[in-house]
């Protein structure tokens, strides 16, 4: 039997979590956000300690946003009772006194946007990122910091590749003038990754004029194929890896058991993957309220 082939409602905004999907499975994007199809299926075992994860995550981004914007330091402290997310909290605090490359994001000269979404065209629909934080410094610069709360620390080799290392700084491009106060070049960019578990661990990288251009070329690519395929041409994935943490695995028969928690020890990759559902859950939340830039 033939897949539905549902076409992109003209409300639908692309974002560095579907685009992923799709480039990671196709069917999974396919089900996931153009059949909107729900699945009685858990991503993991055991499935609440995956759910204490979660919300740990949550309620430390939730924390970062307070303090940032102003709630002291001592009062978020005595809220914090979760001995993992204490010590996150901890080695935040540490990060934001720390002297170094990094200083200059506290400064008091420095606009800090915490938790704020973007949006711009992307074709004839719209690309849409929720950042952690954007910084835009005294010199210029505009440093986008992604808070990273996986068991294990992510490699940079994986990191390179992901939509959200491509997304954020070409959207920010597009849209974040509104926040700078005129254009901002590629050359001013920076994305952060930076691991609540290891935080003398940071992944950097910097932006570039010829970095833009291909990103800009690479999302159209990407946007212009979505929409040509057709509902049998949303193929699964080749690597079966993916399907260890995918609540459709059963629905495309590639097993019925949910993936080991205990897996991203040795795997940092599947940490990524299933922090990428976080994202995805914020990204919603913030879909309506995106900065836009026509």
Not at 114 to 131: N, Q, T
Not at 223 to 246: A, H, K, M
């Amino acid at each position: 039997m033939s897949t539905p082939n549902p076409k992109l409602p003209a409300a639908f905004q692309f974002s560095q979590s579907n685009l992923q999907d799709f480039v990671d499975c196709r069917r999974r994007f396919q089900l996931r956000w153009l059949l909107r199809l729900s699945w009685p299926a858990i991503e993991t075992e055991p499935a609440l300690e995956r759910e204490r994860e979660m919300q740990r995550g949550a309620a430390f981004h939730h924390l970062l946003q307070q303090h940032i914007l102003g709630i002291p330091a001592e009062r978020l402290s005595a809220m914090v009772h979760d001995p993992a997310l204490q010590t996150w909290w901890e080695n935040y605090l540490a990060f934001t006194q720390a002297p170094g490359e990094f200083a200059p994001l506290w400064q008091p000269e420095t606009r800090r946007f915490p938790e704020i979404a973007l949006s711009a065209p992307l074709g004839s629909h719209r690309l849409l990122a929720k950042y952690d934080l954007l910084a835009i410094l005294p010199d210029g610069r505009v440093i986008i910091v992604d808070w990273k709360t996986s068991r294990s620390l992510t490699r940079r080799k994986y990191l390179v590749d992901r939509l959200q290392t491509r997304v954020y700084p070409h959207l920010l491009l597009q849209a974040g003038g509104q926040l700078y106060g005129g254009p901002i070049l590629p050359e001013q960019v920076e994305m952060v990754y930076w691991f609540a578990g290891y935080p003398d661990q940071p992944e950097r990288f910097p932006y570039s004029p010829k970095a833009h251009r291909a990103d800009q070329e690479y999302l159209d690519s990407l946007v212009n194929l979505i929409q040509r395929l057709e509902g049998d041409d949303f193929s699964l994935t080749q690597d079966e890896t993916r399907c260890r943490y995918c609540i459709y695995r059963s629905l495309c028969d590639r097993g019925v058991k949910a993936g080991d928690l205990t897996d991203m020890e040795t795997e940092p990759e599947l940490a990524e993957a299933l922090e990428l559902d976080f994202e995805q859950i914020s990204e919603v939340a913030y879909d309506m309220g995106a900065a836009t830039l026509d």
